[in-house]
Every structure is written in structure tokens, then in C-alpha cells.
């Protein structure tokens, strides 16, 4: 069965980074687009881009760009998705999806979350 | 970007009603080159990750049970939970994939009258 297994809870202080975890099993990795999108505590969802596990391209949401890299390393089926230049309006709760294909598809599996908490 | 809304921000209906929630695109994400109109429906639950439930607009996703309809075409789409359960209650949220940034609807809370 497909799963997506997020990295554990993270206190940052401002400025500094933070890179969290996907580690997905279940179904061939390289043949799905991950997502990555992100929801501030009682707000909505927020997309933040996707990364092609096949090819290593990316799309990044224009708010992010500069500050957002999202990678993978196929050989242990995981992605990553690395924030820099924390703020306090980045303490969210950030979920790796799978896109149902790859490229202009909805996404069907989620992780569990990781809270990143950004706070002096 | 493409901008979502949503309507009501809220909802309370009596269980077995039915339940509408409406949706509209700043702009149409109806693909014309394969009629797909590029629109998913998502309920999330409090302290869960948000589960698919529709897509292309009307295509329910496996498992979801029947209740939940998806319609419309273009810029403005519905949700409809035919008679309302319990389990419904939720946030609902629709996203446009029709192009980056993939844009989510601010969100609808449904609760039980």
C-alpha cells in the first residue's frame, strides 16, 4: 500500500534552515510527482510546489522561489524539501502528496505532516 | 495566479440534508484540448492530512462513498454531499491544477445542525 512517512517535529529560530523528510513506499517512486504544500496553524492550504522524483525538475511557487529547494534521492525512495531564511509566518504544518501521475494531476496519497515551529 | 473562493465560508446542516458547497476560478481551468476541466475536491478532517474526494471535477475517487457528487465546468464548480453524515463533518477544500501555483479555495466548514 502506498505510504508517505514524514520527518519528526522541528523548532527553528528565525533566519535559520529547515529540511524535512518523505519517505514513500508502497508504489514506484520515480513514476509520481511529489508535492509539497503547507498549513499555517487554523488556515487553509497553501501549495508550495513539486518536485519530479524521475528527473529531479522542480516548480516552485513564486512566493517561495529563493528560498525553497525541493529534492529527492531515488535510491532510498525519499523526498525533501529544504525552507531557508525561516520567519515566524513559515510555523506550519508542511505535507509531502503524490500526485496522481506526473504533471497536472490532483494528488491522492499524504503524509502525516510535519509540524516546523519557527520561533526565538 | 489563479485565485479560488469559496461559498458559504461555513456550513450547519441536520444529518441526512443535503449539503452544497460552491467554488469559482478566477479563471476557466477547462482544458479545451481534452474537455478535462482541471478541478479536485478535498476534505480534511482536524489533525489529519486532507483526503481527495473529487476530481476532473466530477470523477469521485475510489472509496469515496457516493453521496459526494463534483459538477460544473469552467469557473464555477459544486460539491454536494447528498444526506449528510456525522463523518462529514470537515473542512472542504477545492484546488485548480490547471497550472502553477495550484491553487486551494480558502476552505468550507461543515458541521452538523
Known amino acids: 500500500q502506498v505510504q508517505l512517512v514524514q520527518s519528526g517535529a522541528e523548532v527553528k529560530n528565525p533566519g535559520a534552515s529547515v529540511r524535512v523528510s518523505c519517505k514513500a513506499s508502497g508504489y514506484i517512486f520515480t513514476g509520481y510527482y511529489m508535492h509539497w504544500v503547507r498549513q499555517a496553524p487554523g488556515q487553509g492550504l497553501e501549495w508550495m510546489g513539486w518536485v519530479n522524483p524521475n528527473s529531479g525538475g522542480t516548480s516552485y511557487a513564486h512566493k517561495f522561489e529563493g528560498r525553497v529547494t525541493m529534492t529527492r534521492d531515488t535510491s532510498i525512495t525519499t523526498a525533501y524539501l529544504e525552507l531557508t531564511r525561516l520567519r515566524s509566518d513559515d510555523t506550519a504544518v508542511y505535507y509531502c502528496?503524490?500526485?496522481?501521475?506526473?504533471?497536472?494531476?490532483?494528488?491522492?496519497?499524504w503524509g502525516q505532516g510535519t509540524l516546523v515551529i519557527v520561533s526565538s | 495566479d489563479i485565485v479560488m473562493t469559496q461559498s458559504p465560508d461555513s456550513l450547519a446542516a441536520s444529518l441526512g440534508e443535503r449539503a452544497t458547497i460552491n467554488c469559482k476560478s478566477s479563471?476557466?481551468?477547462?482544458?479545451?484540448?481534452?474537455?478535462?476541466?482541471?478541478l479536485a475536491w478535498y476534505q480534511q478532517k482536524p489533525g489529519q492530512p486532507p483526503k481527495l474526494l473529487i476530481y476532473?471535477?466530477?470523477t469521485r475517487e475510489s472509496g469515496v462513498p457516493d453521496r459526494f457528487s463534483g459538477s460544473g465546468s469552467g469557473t464555477d464548480f459544486t460539491l454536494t454531499i447528498s444526506s449528510l453524515q456525522a463523518e462529514d463533518v470537515a473542512v472542504y477544500y477545492c484546488?485548480?491544477?490547471?497550472?502553477?501555483?495550484?491553487?486551494f479555495g480558502p476552505g468550507t466548514k461543515v458541521d452538523i445542525k
Open positions: 476532473w471535477a466530477s
Open positions: 479563471q476557466s481551468v477547462l482544458y479545451s484540448s481534452n474537455n478535462k476541466n482541471y
Open positions: 502528496a503524490r500526485e496522481k501521475g506526473d504533471g497536472y494531476n490532483p494528488t491522492d496519497y
Open positions: 484546488q485548480q491544477y490547471y497550472t502553477t501555483p495550484f491553487t
